[in-house]
């Protein structure tokens, strides 16, 4: 069974702390996502990486980071939280070998964050 | 710029009724779409895709259309079930880009009164 594994499910940081959130997936998959939800604006992607040592920027990188040291880890870093991050932060991962379809992409559960 | 977009936020219908959500996009690079349910506090569930290729997939209770003129999908779901009650996203993906990351509309959240 496939899981794409998120270590935190909820965190409440102070502004300014540097945070991490950190996606693991047992698929060895090529492709990692980082997105938030948030009410209204759907999924946004933020990061994400097409292999080890890679990383793209999505739609919203601005005040984030990514980590791939290693194929099946997936970091998120916040280098210095605000209040404006606060929300709810969903890994995903598809393999790059095979022809993409919904059946393809692994979303982890989620990890909510609040920025006080 | 939001280049897929869901304009209902909500809708409710009754149970056993059709359901039906719309979405809209604007980047003509698009050529796969799907649909994804999301319950709180859960990673989004995929439902149903479409190729551009297609006009029409049809899964169980779950049928999308896609109109490339019109750069509008729609999801139906007959009969409604009040498990049904999620919230629902359209999303898109250029397969030809690297990575086939997906780009999400607002979401519609939905519920089915009993």
């Known amino acids: 069974d496939v899981k794409v594994t998120q270590s935190s499910r909820y965190l409440v940081k102070r502004t300014g702390e540097k945070v991490f959130l950190e996606c693991v997936q047992d698929m060895d998959h090529e492709n990692m996502f980082w997105y938030r939800q948030d009410p209204g604006l759907g999924l946004r992607l933020i990061y994400f990486s097409y292999d080890v040592k890679m990383k793209e920027k999505g739609d919203i990188p601005e005040g984030y980071s990514v980590s791939r040291e290693k194929k099946e880890r997936f970091s998120l870093i916040l280098e210095s939280a605000s209040t404006n991050q606060t929300s709810m932060y969903l890994c995903?991962?598809?393999?790059?070998?095979?022809?993409?379809?919904?059946?393809?992409?692994?979303f982890g559960e989620g990890s909510w964050l609040t920025v006080v | 710029d939001q280049q897929v977009k869901q304009n209902s936020p909500s809708l409710s219908v009754q149970e056993g009724r059709i359901s039906i959500l719309n979405c809209d996009y604007t980047?003509?690079?698009?050529?796969?779409f799907l649909w994804y349910k999301k319950y709180p506090a859960e990673g989004p569930t995929f439902l149903i895709s479409?190729?551009?290729?297609?006009d029409k997939n049809e899964d169980g209770r779950f049928t999308v259309f896609l109109n490339k003129s019109a750069k509008h999908l729609s999801l139906h779901i007959v009969p409604s079930q009040p498990g049904d009650s999620a919230v629902y996203f359209c999303a898109a993906s250029d397969r030809g880009a690297a990575g086939n990351k997906l780009t999400f509309g607002g979401g519609t959240r939905v519920l089915v009164k009993p």
């Open positions: 479409i190729s551009s290729i297609k």
């Open positions: 995903a991962s598809s393999s790059g070998q095979t022809i993409f379809s919904g059946n393809t992409i692994y």
């Open positions: 980047n003509s690079m698009f050529d796969y």
